[in-house]
């Protein structure tokens, strides 16, 4: 099974800051890498998918990057309403392990 | 709107059966994947199985969940299942439904969650 870790486990920035989480896979996966955002209270919430692609109305202030194990994902000018919960997820045909999480606060 | 709905939050004892739903609206229910994500109080997400309700034959497992849970769908009311024989408290988490294109393998539609506390 493939495992995914993602550093760090939460992190305090301050509005406008650059924000920049990492994901890791235990083997290589290509671009099969989506990442979501979980809000308090709420469902998670599809921002991309493949690596880089936006999905339908996500702000291009998130971007992803990466390939094989390694990819980032970054906001750009953290803003009050993105502090969420991130994660990232690797999948194939018939799985789809998630990372542990990456907890945005803001400072 | 595309969108899942899936059925309301249970209380449970030990040792009692469930099964929950999850209904699609607004897209063609049987080309695309449903997908089943348990999320345990103030805990992460977990991929827990999938099925194709276009062929209900052609589902899958998280090697964490086979045997523990079965998914299921019926296409005559574009509605998906996700069922336990027997409950245990640790099964006690927010159950999520999600949609998955064939094309992508993100969930782009999420339904909005069923609570599951299973408690004697």
């Known amino acids: 099974d493939i495992q995914m870790t993602q550093s760090p486990s939460s992190l305090s920035a301050s509005v406008g800051d650059r924000v920049t989480i990492t994901c890791q896979a235990s083997q290589d996966i290509g671009i099969s890498l989506n990442w979501y955002q979980q809000k308090p209270g709420k469902a998670p919430k599809l921002l991309i998918y493949?690596?880089?692609n936006l999905d339908t109305g996500v702000p291009s202030k998130f971007s992803g990057s990466g390939s094989g194990t390694h990819f980032t994902f970054t906001i750009t000018r953290l803003q009050p309403e993105d502090v969420a919960t991130y994660y990232c997820?690797?999948?194939?045909?018939?799985?789809?392990?998630f990372g542990p999480g990456t907890r945005v606060d803001i400072k | 709107e595309v969108q899942l709905v899936q059925s309301g939050a249970e209380v449970k004892k030990p040792g009692e059966s469930l099964k929950i739903s999850c209904k699609g609206s607004g897209y063609s229910f049987t080309t695309y994947w449903i997908g089943w994500v348990r999320q345990k109080p103030g805990k992460g997400l977990e991929w827990m199985g999938i099925?194709?309700?276009?062929?209900?034959?052609?589902?899958r497992y998280d090697p964490s969940f086979q045997g523990q849970v079965t998914i299921s769908a019926d296409k005559s009311i574009s509605t998906a299942y996700l069922q336990w024989s027997s409950l245990e408290a640790s099964d006690t988490a927010m159950y999520y439904c999600a949609r998955r294109s064939t094309m992508m393998g993100a969930f782009d539609i999420w339904g909005q969650g069923t609570m599951v506390i299973v408690s004697s």
């Open positions: 493949d690596t880089s």
């Open positions: 997820q690797q999948y194939d045909t018939f799985s789809g392990t």
């Open positions: 099925i194709y309700p276009g062929d209900s034959d052609t589902r």
